[in-house]
């Protein structure tokens, strides 16, 4: 067609001076695939309107311009880090726990180079990566035997698979949970081979109840820590004790799911239980994250008995379902910092749940000095909760300040949208139509760079225009 005309071959546009700068900086390929691509997308656009360039020169220019908005596209990583304004501190959507300053830098430290991830340095033969951690983990929980896979759902996968493949496992109908993304209990159990016993009710399931469910089809009791909900009123879950005396009587283990897998009591989350707890309750494995109230990164680590451990690791789907270097990394330094005594300071989410307002109220008021000298933008402290997340003590939540922020003729809907364009993203909150910044939830170190995102948008005077 006529109209197409206009448009340059690609040889002809990597002749241009800018085409060349592109080549230089993200490679051949990419770039002409960009440039097919665009040209492309001028091609629909003539054939819809004609006159939408006039030669090859505006062509050129149209052509130019949007390849390298392409490029940088495509060559942006669309992982990111954010700042959590949320409030909410182990948050699923926006990675769950940060690691600690040493856990980031031993996955530097490893990631580097080699390591001796199944490698005998003693001995100068093949090793096991299944040992790593475990010693850390035995020592922190008082279990027999440790291992770890990539999440908490794989541990308890991997768990039932070994432990029930064709056989019963009892558990409450209370804790028939659902976790993250919709994933729920009852199809890890089906996908692991293992039939499903329900006892007990929605809110009540007693001692009894699991005792008469035992017979020779029972390969275990499954016992579940509730994740994000709660049920009160007339309600009764036996304590693990109890439970655990009574399946030792019909020679039954009991297994547990624990979830967020706290290592230690925390204060601020009084009556959440402790994997120690557990393994003292004499339960023969369980299961908890890495990357939620133990504050390392994503994996699901299961401790216990060592012969139940064995038959995880011989198992086929260990392979499928383990952990790669950085993962070890990062944990045997998070689990070196709780061993260490020093988690409460050196790791965020620790750190997060022992925070005061009074701490909080500093770091608020260094903020608002800085953005004091900008009319059009007002920021307040105001009282907020936050809440510990990721399924931990549904209901709990923690006192916390938020910086309120308004800016003349933005709504704080728009506002909140913008400040999520930012570099970094700012995610907040809209309570009460206000937009909320919560303070515990945003790590110190990120405080300039939050200062830096409020300055720039109350420096933009295209904002109000863009935004309303």
């Not at 656009?45 to 940088?72: C, G, M, W, Y």
């Not at 596209?73 to 909410?88: C, D, E, F, H, M």
């Not at 948050?91 to 001796?116: D, K, M």
Request: glycine content about 6%; charged content about 20%.
């Amino acid at each position: 067609m006529n109209e197409f005309r206009a448009i340059p071959s690609i040889e002809q546009l990597r002749q241009t001076d800018l085409v060349r700068r592109l080549e230089e900086k993200y490679g051949h390929t990419i770039t002409v695939i960009g440039l097919r691509e665009e040209t492309k997308l001028l091609r629909d656009s003539l054939r819809k309107n004609p006159d939408f360039v006039k030669d090859s020169n505006a062509a050129t220019q149209h052509i130019e311009k949007n390849v390298e908005k392409h490029l940088l596209r495509l060559a942006t990583p669309s992982l990111q880090s954010v700042i959590n304004a949320t409030g909410i501190i182990v948050h699923t959507n926006l990675g769950r726990a940060p690691l600690a300053t040493t856990a980031c830098n031993r996955v530097r430290e490893i990631a580097a180079g080699y390591s001796n991830l199944e490698y005998d340095i003693t001995h100068g033969t093949r090793g096991s990566r299944t040992l790593h951690a475990a010693d850390l983990l035995q020592t922190l929980t008082g279990a027999e035997a440790a291992v770890v896979v990539n999440n908490n759902a794989a541990a308890v996968l991997l768990l039932l698979a070994a432990l029930a493949p064709g056989r019963e496992v009892i558990i409450s109908r209370g804790e028939l949970v659902e976790i993250g993304g919709g994933f729920r209990i009852p199809d890890v159990l089906r996908q692991s081979g293992a039939n499903l016993r329900e006892v007990g009710t929605t809110n009540r399931t007693n001692v009894n109840d699991y005792a008469a469910a035992i017979s020779e089809k029972t390969a275990l009791i499954l016992r579940v820590h509730p994740s994000n909900f709660q049920i009160t009123g007339f309600s009764e879950r036996p304590s693990l004790i109890p439970l655990v005396e009574a399946a030792n009587r019909f020679g039954i283990p009991v297994v547990e799911d624990l979830g967020s897998g706290s290592l230690k009591t925390i204060p601020a989350l009084e009556g959440e239980p402790t994997v120690r707890d557990s393994i003292e309750a004499g339960v023969t494995a369980c299961t908890f994250s890495g990357d939620k109230l133990l504050g390392g990164p994503q994996a699901g680590i299961i401790v216990g008995q060592r012969s139940a451990i064995d038959l995880l690791t011989a198992h086929p789907l260990m392979r499928a379902l383990r952990v790669d270097k950085l993962t070890y990394a990062a944990l045997e330094a998070t689990l070196i910092e709780h061993i260490a005594d020093r988690s409460a300071e050196t790791i965020p989410v620790h750190r997060m749940l022992g925070t005061t307002n009074a701490l909080l109220t500093r770091r608020a008021n260094q903020i608002i000095s800085q953005l004091a000298r900008f009319e059009a933008l007002n920021v307040e402290i105001v009282s907020s909760r936050a809440a510990v997340g990721g399924g931990s003590t549904p209901g709990l939540s923690l006192p916390s300040l938020a910086l309120s922020i308004k800016m003349t003729a933005v709504s704080s809907s728009n506002l909140f949208d913008y400040l999520r364009s930012e570099k970094p993203p700012v995610v907040g909150r809209i309570e009460d139509n206000r937009l909320l910044l919560d303070l515990t939830t945003i790590l110190p170190e990120q405080d300039p760079a939050l200062v830096k995102v409020l300055c720039e948008i109350a420096n933009n005077e295209e904002i109000p225009h863009h935004a309303l």
